[in-house]
């Protein structure tokens, strides 16, 4: 049973403008509880700016975070993946491009974001799932 990561998309997804600073996404990413932000220009999404991109790109690389524009240090190269799209593409994706984040778009629209976390939880979902069906059986209901 290969599921969907449709279940799992986050659809509010915090956005910042490219020209904020590192030090205000990271203000940002503290306050939401989030690993993320997805840096956009005009209305267009240009990248997306994690946890890993401050660490390697601002503090690994002794830059002022708050000086820094995102627009310097976000992840340009962004992976993209469909609502249809199964959990293991999606992991295998994630593998391939050492990324914990995937953007989602549907019809060549945006329409969220699924992390690792997500992807993990779906799994999680999908075993407790196939236990319980091997129960029942094993029962004979």
Not at 15 to 25: G, Q, V, Y
């Amino acid at each position: 049973m290969a599921r969907k990561i449709l279940s799992r998309i986050m659809t509010d997804v915090v956005t910042i403008d490219e020209d904020k600073t590192a030090l205000e996404a990271a203000v940002l990413m503290t306050e939401k509880f989030i690993g993320s932000v997805v840096v956009m220009s005009s209305r267009k999404i240009k990248g997306i700016f994690t946890e890993r991109d401050l660490m390697m790109r601002v503090v690994g690389e002794k830059k002022d975070p708050a000086e820094v524009k995102l627009k310097d240090v976000m992840s340009k190269d962004f992976v993209k993946v469909l609502p249809t799209d199964t959990c293991k593409h999606c992991l295998d994706l994630m593998k391939e491009h050492r990324c914990r984040h995937l953007l989602v778009y549907d019809d060549g629209e945006f329409v969220g974001i699924v992390s690792l976390r997500d992807l993990v939880a779906l799994m999680i979902d999908e075993k407790e799932e196939l236990i319980s069906q091997l129960e029942d059986y094993i029962r004979g209901y």
